[in-house]
């Protein structure tokens, strides 16, 4: 009965009190913001003039320096009870077809205390005062005239108080207490004087429903604010730079991530093609699709790195004539960088997909078919219009449906960053089937293994078996971290209170960009330490300025003299049948495969016909 009594002191004047803001089409709706859990129920508009929460929670974001700071330990109810003032419902008349609703927000002394305490803080700093927040605005006492609340944390004495609204919460959460007064009231009839207070009560409890709001083109999003409305999509487009879904901090880790690993995937996928290209008959099908993938997750981190050179905003933004800077959406003019960037990204993503199942494709068909590795090097133009043919039509047909779309988190251009249609059918079923298929032939290609067992598919079935680890499970990180996003994204767009889970997001990037580094495992062997010792020797030799090996002396020709050689004299460097006894002094002519001469260096090669010799 003592929390009863508080109930009834509570709202005592509730049914003559005057509303701080008109009650007509004013609707009580749940508290969706954390840092304000003092009572559960509030309306909109509110004392600041927002029309939804999500403006309201916008507005008491920028006060969290001082509410950190603790300048007053009334600051943060005060601010709570301005932007989201507590809601209760009055008791529904004969006239009206619905119960009215009333906010009530705080009294002048409490914004008179918590000034005193946070002003000099804000001199300190060169600022006054907010005007929206004058004391003169609101109530000087709590009384049957003004309802208000006087705050939940300081000394109050005796005084009436409205401000934690405990009784409120009490009712909210243990309806059960209406019931039990509706008990004792049967027993003890001068109760039912209080009759019409219960009934404002069990309102307030049973009847909160989300509030109406106020006509707007953005006002299905969280942040109506940092949204522009663009009469070309009909979109109500985020604005650059606003945090919508991730704060500031996220977006700089993000970034810091996103630079260490696109920098380790670039450098190892570089190794991995340099070796290939030093050389390349050490590699056939189906380990030559492994460099293909090398090769195109070295594009997806170069795609990476050029947002890391070009910065964020340079990526993801773009400015409409006579409007704010905008991130890029399905439907808009992307910027050069965006498209670049969109181009890098999207096409490495279904080019690795794509070139792990022709890897394990053709080790199943190698292995069911018995053939060799040689044999497959014809079906090579197949396999790469399959890998880079498929990718780039897909890429095309993106481009011209205009489904480049900016990412808040990591400022990159890539499809489905705000439309869930285009992440399920540009991302989510590519990356499955491609997933899947490559799923299936690789347990083909391990049946047909232990069918039919031999050195080469022992030896390849353990390499790709490895890899299918290393790759797998990465990949389905990300299709499972796409899907969640896409279940999820709605609820975050349209519910200020509903966050995404940055974990999520960073698990992504790092699980997209650790294949690159771990499929440059392929190509350590052996044969690759050699062929990067004979590189580095002969670079080694170049820059050093070593020894050329000599150049050789090649053998002279001797011929028949013909009619257009007009000089007279006899040329050492030609021999004929009739002078060959007499030439040089007339030394004797050696065999075949000899000297011409003993002390000459020319070497009688053979007969071409009987009027010359070589």
């Not at 049973?206 to 969280?222: D, E, L, M, R, W």
């Not at 290209?277 to 460099?291: G, H, N, V």
């Not at 353990?462 to 999820?488: A, D, W």
């Not at 460097?573 to 260096?601: M, S």
């Amino acid at each position: 009965m003592c929390q009863f009594a508080r109930v009834v002191l509570l709202v005592s004047v509730l049914a003559t009190a005057d509303c701080a803001i008109p009650a007509q089409e004013l609707k009580c709706e749940p508290i969706k913001l954390e840092l304000c859990t003092h009572y559960n129920s509030t309306g909109m508009p509110n004392f600041m003039g927002h029309q939804l929460q999500g403006d309201a929670k916008a507005g008491l974001e920028t006060f969290m320096p001082l509410i950190q700071f603790g300048c007053s330990p009334d600051l943060q109810f005060f601010l709570c009870s301005v932007h989201v003032p507590m809601c209760v419902s009055l008791p529904q008349t004969q006239d009206a077809e619905e119960p009215a609703h009333q906010l009530i927000g705080p009294c002048r002394p409490l914004c008179q205390r918590v000034k005193q305490s946070c002003l000099r803080i804000l001199h300190n700093f060169n600022l006054e005062w907010p005007e929206a927040l004058s004391c003169e605005k609101f109530p000087p006492t709590n009384n049957h005239e003004h309802m208000c609340m006087d705050g939940g944390n300081s000394s109050r004495g005796n005084r009436p108080f409205v401000g934690s609204s405990s009784a409120f919460n009490s009712l909210q959460n243990y309806p059960e207490l209406i019931s039990k007064y509706k008990d004792i009231s049967k027993e003890k009839p001068e109760l039912a004087i209080y009759d019409p207070i219960i009934r404002i009560l069990e309102n307030s409890v049973h009847n909160i429903k989300p509030a109406q709001g106020f006509s707007g083109k953005c006002t299905g999003v969280a942040f109506p604010v940092h949204h522009h409305y663009v009469n070309r999509t009909g979109e109500c487009v985020p604005r650059c730079g606003a945090d919508i879904l991730f704060d500031k901090e996220d977006k700089n880790f993000a970034s810091i991530w996103l630079a260490v690993w696109s920098i380790l995937c670039f450098i190892s996928t570089t190794f991995t093609l340099i070796t290939f290209l030093l050389d390349t008959s050490c590699f056939l099908y189906p380990e030559k699709c492994i460099i293909f993938l090398n090769l195109s997750y070295n594009i997806l981190s170069l795609g990476y790195l050029v947002r890391l050179v070009v910065g964020a905003e340079g990526v993801s933004c773009m400015t409409i004539p006579g409007g704010p800077s905008l991130l890029v959406r399905e439907g808009l003019t992307p910027t050069p960088a965006c498209t670049v960037v969109f181009i890098l990204l999207y096409f490495a993503t279904l080019s690795s997909a794509i070139w792990w199942a022709i890897t394990t494709t053709t080790w199943a068909v190698m292995v069911f078919c018995s053939l060799e590795q040689q044999s497959l090097a014809s079906k090579s133009p197949l396999f790469h219009f399959l890998g880079w043919g498929i990718p780039a039509i897909q890429t095309v047909a993106a481009l011209v449906l205009h489904q480049v779309e900016g990412d808040e988190l990591t400022g990159v251009c890539f499809p489905g960053q705000q439309t869930e249609s285009t992440l399920l059918h540009q991302l989510v079923i590519p990356h499955c089937i491609f997933l899947g298929s490559a799923f299936i032939f690789f347990l083909s290609g391990i049946v047909a293994s232990l069918i039919s067992p031999s050195d080469l598919t022992r030896r390849l079935m353990g390499r790709i078996s490895v890899f299918f680890i290393l790759y797998t499970l990465p990949q389905v990180c990300v299709v499972g971290s796409l899907v969640y996003e896409l279940m999820e994204r709605r609820h975050w767009r349209e519910d200020a209170t509903n966050r995404p889970n940055i974990e999520v997001f960073i698990l992504r990037i790092f699980m997209w960009l650790i294949v690159g580094i771990t499929s440059g495992s392929w190509v350590w062997s052996h044969k690759t330490l050699v062929s990067w010792k004979n590189l580095v020797s002969k670079c080694f030799g170049f820059w050093t300025g070593a020894k050329k090996p000599p150049t050789p002396i090649f053998p002279k020709v001797a011929y028949h003299a013909t009619a257009a050689d007009t000089s007279s004299e006899v040329r050492e460097d030609i021999v004929t049948l009739e002078n060959l006894a007499t030439l040089k002094r007339g030394k004797e002519l050696r065999q075949e495969g000899f000297p011409f001469l003993a002390d000459d260096k020319r070497v009688v090669l053979g007969c071409i016909d009987n009027n010359r010799i070589v």
